[in-house]
């Protein structure tokens, strides 16, 4: 491997310290202590970074209130649950207001609320001017946060861009069928199906997911009467039927040829 890195104009191998100091850190894993308070989190890290008692106050207080942690300032960690504990994580990273964070999985183990405020403090960063480096296997994260992605396979990087232009590279949209029968029986209905659209000129591809069938074909429009035909004609009963445009799940799918959840288990 070969190359470059600066951050900021400075180069990392040279000048690590002075870019060190340009660069935010929030772990996947949580490092809080349980037996300090989150004031006396956030001025640990101040200190780290020589913050004058002044800034450390006041931007203790601006973060504390970004991620809606203001009023606990003097309770102990313990006392948090996890989502309050992750948004501490968070604001000691900020700490020193670095033009460049990084994120490791920021929303991992959250619940639904939770994590749609970290997205939002995260957005917030956005708009007030910082890069942010985010780490994350949730595709709707990535696509909701980043202006441009990497999606990587095995250490190397598949393909990068827009999310917008990731997905208009498919060429194609999504058809997911629903077959209403039982268990025992649908592997050998969808085969069925399956053989049956494949014939279909508009039809690019399909994958089965349980008693589900995606369809990837040029247009939905176009598409949808034919499959309901095709199905009809073999007197299939579908339970559901839904379509939408390609998302960075299937863009991840198209240009690794596996999905994450076969990735996780891998490295596993």
């Not at 809080?32 to 931007?59: C, F, G, K």
Request: charged share 25%; proline share 4%.
């Amino acid at each position: 491997d070969e190359g470059e890195v600066k951050v900021s104009g400075i180069d990392v191998l040279r000048d690590p310290v002075s870019v060190r100091r340009l660069i935010g850190y929030v772990p996947q894993e949580l490092t809080v202590d349980p037996y300090l308070t989150a004031r006396e989190h956030m001025r640990y890290y101040a200190d780290l970074y020589h913050l004058s008692p002044a800034i450390q106050e006041a931007r203790t207080r601006e973060l504390l209130t970004l991620v809606g942690l203001a009023g606990q300032e003097d309770r102990r960690v313990r006392q948090f649950s996890g989502g309050m504990k992750k948004k501490l994580d968070l604001a000691c990273g900020l700490i020193h207001q670095p033009p460049l964070i990084l994120l490791d999985e920021p929303s991992l183990g959250l619940d639904v609320q939770v994590r749609r405020d970290v997205w939002n403090y995260i957005q917030k960063l956005k708009q007030q001017g910082t890069t942010v480096f985010l780490c994350t296997n949730y595709m709707d994260e990535a696509e909701r946060l980043c202006d441009e992605v990497a999606i990587i396979d095995r250490g190397r990087i598949a393909v990068m861009g827009t999310p917008a232009a990731l997905r208009s590279q498919l060429k194609r949209d999504l058809v997911s069928v629903e077959i209403a029968s039982s268990n025992e029986d649908h592997g050998t209905t969808l085969a069925a199906l399956e053989k049956a659209l494949s014939r279909l000129k508009i039809v690019k591809g399909t994958t089965k997911d349980g008693a589900r069938l995606k369809v990837y074909v040029e247009s939905n429009e176009v598409a949808l009467p034919q499959i309901l035909q095709s199905a009809a004609n073999l007197a299939i009963p579908l339970r559901a039927v839904t379509y939408s445009r390609p998302g960075l799940d299937e863009v991840f799918l198209h240009h690794t040829g596996h999905s994450f959840i076969e990735e996780d288990e891998t490295h596993e």
